[in-house]
């Protein structure tokens, strides 16, 4: 069974950091894009960060610079540092994949596959 397990929201103050972990079961990351998306009350989920399975990137514009997406492929857990958070990163972060060997990532919610059940971040100002 496939399944992914987020983990590491909560509560943080204007420019504080967290740390999101999403671990896989029941398949690889090896051979999936993977990605972060988010949505806050009243707005549609939007995707925040992805990485292909060969590495390549993808930021929401506004957390270029201070949030970064890894993979940690022997834990099979996928990670996204979230530093100098602000009120509006307030959401629920969601984790998910997409059976994919292409080296171009997409944000797009359609292209993915399995997803977890999410987290929730408040940032307090």
């Known amino acids: 069974e496939v399944q992914l397990v987020e983990s590491g929201g909560g509560l943080v103050q204007a420019g504080g950091s967290l740390r999101l972990s999403c671990a896989a079961s029941?398949?690889?990351?090896?051979?999936?894009?993977v990605g972060w998306f988010r949505q806050a009350p009243g707005k549609a989920r939007e995707g925040v960060s992805c990485?292909?399975?060969?590495?390549?990137?993808y930021y929401l514009n506004s957390v270029k610079g201070r949030f970064t997406i890894s993979i940690d492929n022997a834990k099979n857990t996928v990670y996204l540092q979230m530093n100098n958070l602000n009120p509006e990163d307030t959401a629920v972060y969601y984790c998910?994949?997409?059976?994919?060997?292409?080296?171009?990532?997409?944000?797009?919610?359609?292209?993915?596959?399995?997803w977890g059940q999410g987290t929730q971040v408040t940032v307090s100002s």
């Open positions: 990485i292909s399975s060969v590495g390549s990137t």
């Open positions: 998910a994949a997409a059976e994919s060997l292409s080296p171009i990532v997409s944000p797009e919610l359609a292209q993915y596959d399995y």
């Open positions: 029941g398949f690889s990351f090896g051979d999936y894009a």
